[in-house]
């Protein structure tokens, strides 16, 4: 057997040993699973049109049975989100791709038939040729696409991780909206009593219209807030039913009735900043597409001259005799010396790089900046809670005692009443401001910084076709 044969059956028998490589379900799903699991202790499934999606349903429709909490708010939204369903079948093009960049390009096979002008047999031209280089390429061109897999599933937990921190701060959301709503009736109803008894002290000639007037646009105003109190509850809810994925009788969920109070410990605060950096999924990510990119950028600079090279075997029938002998085709390199491809692909390298270092002076920023709102908004609260609350519960109490003794009138406690509300109402929104606050840095720790997505995604689709297409394969 010749050299060339031998070469030919060689690479024929690597790329059937490729060839029994397959694409699996759920690949690198477990990796995505068990790195959430070790961020956030939530669990999550993929949805595969299988048995396993009925006790799914069956799951989620339990959570929502009673008062939902924000834990289980984040549950229902990470087993029933179908966009984040949708964001696992990017493992499966990963997973395809990495079975692609293991197999050899198909065999070429050639035949031809000649018609002699003066009549006889036709000659008959047979050729089968195979680039024997990708061969040698095989090794590297799997090892990028190994990369490009490990940046894939980085991607797909960060878009777990993000979804998780944007529910609980929906959730947080809309149970303060909750609760501002009920103070906003309390307030209605107070300033509806006042009113009546500012219409009955004109009926007796004790007050002027101006009086009345100026009480009922007190109780308009709080009608006014009420009314937009029931909106922004309703918008609150339909924004936590588009993260949780639920439509039809599954909205009829109720939210436990209380934002929970402030702990008693945070956080350690000192050290977000470095604990940020190393658990960032999105720079992980970034430090795989970089991998793969450097060994992309190794195979374009070992292909620059000689990006394919066929070998194989021809057979010609001539006057009833067969000849056979081997196929060698090679680009010859005047023109086209791969230098665009390596230069392309060495300032794509350095760009990317230096992406990679802003996004973590980013991330280092925006984590000062989370630390900093989360410690604004504790200690706004815990003002609130252990100042203003007693305060004006103190003002009430001394109001009511004077009143009792007649030494003050009715709408002076009315005015302290609604004071005690309003201070109230300013409390709910300070709370509110820290559990999301404190919902976005957990969410920093985790591995993801939602705000910059869109920029990530972006660098995740930059195409690395330059170094892996083949000169002259567009004509």
């Not at 834990?71 to 395809?96: F, I, S, W």
Request: with cysteine.
């Amino acid at each position: 057997m010749g050299v060339c044969a031998r070469i030919l059956v060689s690479v024929m028998a690597a790329g059937a040993v490729a060839g029994c490589a397959a694409v699996t379900e759920e690949a690198g799903f477990g990796d995505v699973r068990q790195t959430v699991a070790e961020r956030t202790g939530e669990d999550i499934r993929w949805r595969q049109g299988t048995a396993e999606d009925r006790a799914l349903d069956e799951a989620v429709a339990k959570l929502l049975a009673d008062g939902l909490t924000a834990d289980e708010a984040v549950q229902v939204a990470l087993l029933n989100n179908r966009r984040l369903q949708a964001t696992y079948q990017d493992l499966g093009v990963a997973q395809a791709a990495l079975v692609q960049a293991g197999l050899l390009a198909n065999p070429i096979f050639d035949a031809a038939v000649m018609f002699p002008l003066t009549g006889g047999a036709p000659d008959l031209e047979l050729s089968v040729v195979q680039d024997f280089l990708g061969i040698f390429y095989l090794p590297l061109r799997t090892r990028v696409a190994e990369s490009e897999f490990d940046a894939t599933k980085h991607r797909v937990a960060g878009a777990v991780i993000d979804l998780a921190g944007r529910t609980r701060a929906a959730f947080y959301r809309a149970q303060a909206d909750v609760q501002q709503l009920e103070l906003r009736e309390q307030v209605t109803r107070a300033t509806a009593v006042s009113l009546e008894a500012m219409q009955r002290l004109r009926a007796a000639g004790n007050v002027t219209r101006l009086d009345v007037d100026n009480e009922q646009a007190l109780h308009e105003r709080a009608r006014l807030d009420l009314a937009a109190g029931e909106a922004g509850v309703l918008a609150s809810r339909e924004r936590l039913n588009r993260l949780m994925g639920l439509w039809g009788a599954e909205t009829e969920w109720a939210v436990a009735p209380r934002l929970p109070d402030l702990p008693d410990t945070e956080t350690d605060l000192e050290t977000v900043e470095r604990r940020a950096v190393e658990a960032s999924l999105d720079l992980a990510a970034m430090r795989s597409e970089l991998e793969a990119f450097g060994r992309q950028l190794g195979l374009t600079e070992a292909s620059a001259l000689l990006p394919f090279a066929d070998a194989g075997a021809a057979a010609e029938r001539d006057d009833r005799d067969w000849n056979v002998g081997p196929v060698l085709a090679l680009p010859i390199p005047l023109f086209d010396l791969g230098q665009a491809r390596v230069a392309t692909a060495q300032a794509e390298f350095r760009r990317r790089h230096q992406r990679y270092w802003a996004l973590a002076v980013e991330i280092r920023s925006a984590t000062r900046a989370a630390r900093e709102d989360l410690r604004a908004a504790r200690d706004m609260a815990r003002h609130y809670r252990d100042v203003m609350l007693p305060l004006s519960e103190r003002i009430v109490e001394e109001t009511q005692k004077r009143y009792n003794a007649m030494q003050l009138g009715v709408f002076q406690l009315l005015l302290a009443k609604q004071q005690q509300i309003a201070t109230g109402a300013a409390y709910i929104e300070a709370l509110r401001a820290y559990w999301v606050a404190r919902a976005e840095l957990d969410q920093i720790l985790q591995g993801r910084l939602s705000d910059m997505a869109p920029e990530i995604d972006a660098r995740a689709g930059a195409s690395m076709s330059p170094g892996m297409a083949r000169p002259g394969a567009d004509g």
